[in-house]
C-alpha cells in the first residue's frame, strides 16, 4: 500500500502522495509486463467455460415499452419484459417478413411488430423461439449455443458482487474494431494502468502474480498431480491509487481474474470501497461492413462502502468517485484503443507478443 501520509478530509481515508513522482520518472513496468505471461492468463481465461452465455447489456436498460436490442455474433437480438414482469428474448428478426424487432414497441408485455402486427409474448409463436436469458440484477445475459460451442450451462458464470443494499452499480457500454479476446488481454495487464492512464492512476505495483506465473502442480481428486496445468485461481494482485484530486489520492489494492472467457473481474481488496467490483465483458457483436471485427465491452462497477449513514447523497465516497467514472468512458477510450491496435497487428501478423 502507499507509503504517503493518510490525511483525513471530512470523514473519508485520502492520502498525500508527498513525494509524487512525474509520469516520466515512475519505474517502467514493459519488464515485469512479460507477453508471454499476459498471453497465457489470456488462454487460461479462454479455456474456462462460459456456458454459452453472453452480456447483452444492462438489466436498467430493458424499459417496458421498448426491447433491449444487441446483434451478437451477427445475431440480431431482442430482450424484453412479458405481462408477467419476467425477461425473455429471441431473434430480432421478424418471424414474419423480417422486420427489424428492435424498432418494435412492447405493449402491456407484449413485443408488437411494427410491420404487420405480429403479436409476441415471449413463447414460441409463428416460428420464433426464443432464447435462455439470465438477469442477474445489474447485467442481461443471453445463451447462444450455436455461437458459444460449449456444453450450455443453466446460468451463466457471475462473479461475486457486493450486496445490493450496500452497492451502487453503473454500466459503461463501448464498441470497438477488436475480438474479445483483445479486451480481455488488454485487462490482463494491469502494468499499463499508471502508464497509460495517469489520469487516473498512480503507484501502482503489481505485487503478486504468481499464480499467474505458476507452473505449479495441480492435483486432481484422487490427489495425482498433473505437472504444468493451469490452477484455477489465476490472480494478479496491484497495489494502485486512485487520483481524486491534485495530490490526493485513495491507496487500494486490487486483484484481478478472469471468471470465464470474456469476463475480467477487478475486486478492490483492500481499501476504501473493499469489495467493489469492476466486471468487464467482452461481446462478439459479428464483423463490420469491411469484415473487421467488432466487439462491445459492457462494463458494470459494483461499488460498495460500508460507511455508516449509507445514504443516496453520501455513496459517492472518493473511491466510489474514481470507480464510477471508470463508467464515464475516459479509460475505455484508450482501452479499447489499445484492444484495436492489439488486433490491428494480430490480424496482420505484426503482434510482438
Ligand atoms: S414483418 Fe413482422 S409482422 Fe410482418
Ligand atoms: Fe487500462
Known amino acids: 500500500m502507499s507509503p504517503d501520509r493518510p490525511v483525513r478530509r471530512g470523514r473519508y481515508p485520502l492520502s498525500l502522495r508527498r513525494n509524487a513522482v512525474a509520469w516520466e520518472r515512475q519505474q517502467p513496468t514493459w519488464r515485469e509486463a512479460r507477453p508471454a505471461v499476459i498471453a497465457r492468463a489470456l488462454k487460461r481465461a479462454q479455456a474456462r467455460p462460459s456456458g454459452n452465455w453472453f452480456v447483452v447489456g444492462a438489466s436498467q436498460d430493458v424499459r417496458d415499452d421498448r426491447p433491449l436490442a444487441r446483434t451478437v455474433a451477427g445475431q440480431e437480438l431482442v430482450v424484453w419484459r412479458d405481462a408477467a414482469g419476467q425477461l425473455v428474448a429471441g431473434p430480432g428478426v421478424c418471424p414474419h417478413l423480417g422486420a427489424p424487432l428492435r424498432d418494435s414497441p412492447v405493449r402491456c408485455g407484449t413485443l408488437v411488430c411494427h410491420w404487420h402486427g405480429l403479436s409476441l409474448r415471449g413463447t414460441a409463436f409463428a ?19 450455436a455461437v458459444g460451442g460449449e456444453t450450455p450451462l443453466e446460468a451463466p458464470v457471475v ?4 450486496a445490493p443494499t450496500r452497492a451502487l452499480s453503473a454500466v459503461y457500454i463501448g464498441v470497438g474494431t477488436c475480438e474479445p479476446e483483445d479486451v480481455v488481454a488488454n485487462r490482463l495487464d494491469p502494468w499499463h494502468g499508471a502508464w497509460f492512464h495517469p489520469y487516473s492512476f498512480v503507484d501502482l505495483a503489481v505485487v503478486d502474480t504468481a499464480a499467474v506465473e505458476d507452473e505449479r502442480v495441480k492435483h486432481d481428486e484422487g490427489g495425482a498431480a498433473h505437472e504444468g496445468e493451469p490452477v484455477d485461481e489465476d490472480a494478479f494482485t496491484v497495489d494502485v491509487s486512485f487520483k481524486v484530486a491534485g495530490r490526493l489520492v485513495v491507496p487500494v489494492r486490487a486483484v484481478f481474474t478472469a471468471p470465464e472467457p470474456r469476463t475480467v473481474l477487478m475486486r478492490i481488496t483492500r481499501g476504501e470501497g473493499a469489495g467493489s467490483v469492476v466486471e468487464t465483458h467482452a461481446t462478439p457483436l459479428g464483423p463490420d461492413e469491411h469484415g473487421r471485427p467488432r466487439t462491445a465491452v459492457i462494463e458494470a462497477v459494483v461499488a460498495a462502502s460500508d460507511r455508516p449513514g449509507f445514504s443516496v447523497a453520501r455513496r459517492m465516497t472518493p473511491l466510489l468517485r474514481p470507480l464510477m467514472r471508470t463508467a464515464a468512458g475516459r479509460l475505455w477510450r484508450d482501452d479499447l484503443a489499445y484492444a484495436e491496435r492489439r488486433w490491428q497487428l494480430r490480424s496482420t501478423g505484426r503482434f510482438p507478443g
Open 159 to 162: 462473479p461475486v458482487r457486493p
Open 127 to 145: 416460428g420464433w423461439e426464443p432464447l435462455p436469458v439470465h438477469d442477474d440484477g445489474v447485467l442481461v445475459w443471453v445463451r447462444l449455443d
